[in-house]
């Protein structure tokens, strides 16, 4: 099982890392949920078991621990007033718990979002391709052609 929760935690950090901007505290959270997504489909124990490896691992982190990293920070984990979406210090009048401001955050979140599914989508069609091709080469052939 050892190597299936490695698979996993390697996964989460290639998911985590794309869009990251090279910000710890936003990798460690997207880390984080993208372990918290894949313990969810597992068994209890197995859940468990992943969620400690990925602590074990060092990038997991619990609520109060993202507090923390997030400290002075934007949401997207970079020191307020240098964040290319324009967050501002908290004390701004443009803070982030303005509903507008919430909205388009949610808008660029499933951007994102989309363009990652789009992606697996795309390399899923591109495998079942050749996947097809394959099946093609042996039932024209009755052997398999590389």
């Known amino acids: 099982m050892t190597t299936f ?18 910000s710890y505290e936003f990798f460690a959270s997207r880390f984080t949920q993208e372990i918290d997504r894949h313990a969810a489909r597992l068994a209890s124990h197995d859940a468990s078991a992943l969620i400690a490896k990925a602590v074990e691992q060092g990038d997991y982190i619990d609520p109060e621990e993202e507090a923390a990293l997030f400290k002075g920070c934007c949401a997207h984990g970079l020191d ?26 949610d808008a660029l979140i499933a951007e994102w979002e989309a363009e990652e599914e789009r992606a697996r989508l795309e390399q899923i069609a591109a495998r079942d391709d050749r996947v097809l091709n394959i099946i093609d080469s042996i039932r024209s052939t009755g052997r398999l052609v590389a």
């Open 80 to 105: 307020y007033g240098y964040c290319p979406a324009g967050c501002d210090d908290v004390d701004d009048t443009d803070d982030e718990s303005d509903p507008e401001w919430l909205e388009a955050q």
């Open 5 to 22: 929760f490695d698979t996993l935690i390697e996964q989460a950090q290639r998911t985590a890392r794309q869009g990251d901007g090279n």
